[in-house]
């Protein structure tokens, strides 16, 4: 089993939309989750953390954590074109490091 | 500011080649990082160091070699590199290496590739 987990997609949602992007992580003892969002050919730009279960809200992202069923995502709601990109899920683990998921790329249509 | 500058931003080497890759970070951070990225994957460790001391080596071949000369800099030589070794490299920084709530943050990377 991956010690992170994402569907690799492409996801495909038309503009406006609110697109779904899931994640699940194999450690219980982690602590601390973040998304990150890679446009083609750039490096990560962190867009969301969160440490306690529940929902975290930015703009028009909302992190979900549910430490329980080991589960995080984010949503993003009125989707735009310039949101496509793909969303790397990381965990840290119990060595101290940053475990990545492989990535959903997701593409907004207009 | 949430900056890692990274330079320079293209490389492109011979196998024989010997070339340096330079992080620099202005935010007071103790932890910087070394990852590589190959076409449509997640990053990949390579180094961590903390307080300036390597804390960790994810058995990186010695053709990498990296250096941390103060607490803003961070460096990534270079030698004998491979074509397999072609990848965008980057460099992340973030207040202390833990568990909890540490934040890294990346630098724009270092398109490298190797002839």
């Known amino acids: 089993q991956k010690e992170v987990e994402q569907n690799s997609g492409p996801l495909s949602v038309p503009e406006g939309a609110i697109a779904s992007l899931n994640c699940t992580y194999s450690?219980?003892?982690?602590?601390?989750f973040f998304w990150y969002r890679q446009y083609s050919g750039k490096s990560p730009e962190l867009i969301m953390f969160i440490y306690s279960n529940g929902d975290k809200e930015d703009g028009r992202f909302t992190a979900q954590l549910n430490k329980a069923s080991q589960y995080v995502s984010l949503l993003i709601r009125d989707s735009q074109p310039s949101d496509s990109a793909t969303y790397l899920c990381a965990v840290y683990n119990q060595g101290g490091k940053l475990i990545f998921g492989q990535g959903t790329e997701l593409s907004v249509k207009p | 500011d949430t900056e890692v500058t990274q330079t320079p931003k293209h490389l492109v080497m011979g196998m024989t080649n010997k070339k340096s890759l330079k992080c620099e970070q202005h935010m007071g951070h103790r932890a910087m990082y070394w990852y590589k990225q190959k076409a449509k994957k997640p990053p990949e460790l390579m180094f961590v160091?903390?307080?300036?001391?390597?804390?960790i080596n994810e058995s990186v071949p010695s053709r990498f070699s990296p250096e941390c000369p103060n607490s803003s800099l961070l460096n990534l030589h270079l030698h004998a590199l491979q074509p397999e070794d072609s990848a965008l490299y980057l460099c992340?920084?973030?207040?202390?290496?833990?568990?909890?709530?540490?934040?890294?943050?990346f630098g724009a990377g270092t398109r490298l590739s190797v002839l």
């Open positions: 992340a920084s973030s207040q202390v290496l833990s568990l909890a709530k540490n934040i890294q943050y």
């Open positions: 160091y903390s307080y300036e001391k390597l804390s």
């Open positions: 450690d219980r003892g982690s602590q601390s």
